[in-house]
């Protein structure tokens, strides 16, 4: 759906791109969606934000990660590349 911009349930051919989805801190301001946050006391370290692209007929939705390829893995707990089993 992303470089087809055809949706993969219905093949309808309007998608609606969403760049930043809004996420919300226990200040109640709105932040983008991130896949992790690191919280210092001046700012937050925000890393991988999260798109969408939405089909404007049945709704179906497709979540996608902008720049993955610079994601400092080593920087989220826990995350780790994953590689096809031999
Ligand atoms: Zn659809």
Same mark, same amino acid.
């Given at each position: 759906? =992303? ?5 993969? @349930?219905? %093949?309808? *051919? ?9 996420? *919300?801190?226990? =200040?109640?301001? !709105? ?5 992790? !946050? ?9 890393? &991988?934000?999260?798109?969408?692209? !939405?089909? =404007? ?8 990660t %902008? &720049?993955v &390829? ?7 707990? &826990? %995350? ?5 089993? @031999?």
């Amino acid at each position: 759906m =992303r470089t087809s911009h055809i949706c993969p @349930k219905c %093949a309808h *051919r309007e998608i609606l791109f969403v760049p930043h989805i809004a996420d *919300r801190d226990d =200040r109640d301001t !709105v932040r983008p969606l991130v896949l992790f !946050v690191k919280h210092h006391d001046w700012k937050d370290d925000e890393i &991988g934000v999260v798109q969408a692209y !939405v089909c =404007r007929s049945c709704s179906y939705t497709e979540l996608y990660t %902008a &720049g993955v &390829g610079t994601i400092p893995v080593d920087k989220i707990p &826990g %995350a780790k590349i994953l590689t096809p089993k @031999k």
